[in-house]
């Protein structure tokens, strides 16, 4: 069983940044690709950003240029680094990894930029 637990979440300021984690544990998986998804109150949940294993990345419309998606594979470990945050990114965040054709989700980390 996989499971993935998120981090980083918190309170920040229009402009500011926030680094997300998240931490795949379980054993001999091989989870591909691993990702962002967000959603805020009243709003279907969307793609933030996905990688590959190969290093292939997909970004949201909303978020090329500000964010950025990195995954160290050691360690199991995918980040988001955010910058120049808005209000419009307030959301919960959730991390997704897929291993053949199962899906997992994390708990969701709220993030919330103040304007």
């Known amino acids: 069983q996989v499971q993935l637990v998120e981090s980083g979440g918190g309170l920040v300021q229009a402009g500011g940044s926030l680094r997300l984690s998240c931490a795949a544990s379980g054993s001999g998986f091989s989870l591909n690709p691993m990702g962002w998804y967000r959603q805020a109150p009243g709003k279907q949940r969307e793609l933030v950003a996905t990688?590959?294993?190969?290093?292939?990345?997909i970004y949201g419309d909303s978020v090329k240029g500000r964010f950025t998606i990195s995954r160290d594979n050691g360690k199991n470990t995918v980040y988001l680094q955010m910058n120049c945050l808005k209000p419009e990114d307030t959301a919960v965040y959730y991390c997704h990894a897929k291993m053949s054709i199962f899906d997992y989700w994390g708990q969701g980390t709220q993030v919330t930029v103040s304007s």
């Open positions: 990688l590959t294993n190969g290093g292939s990345t």
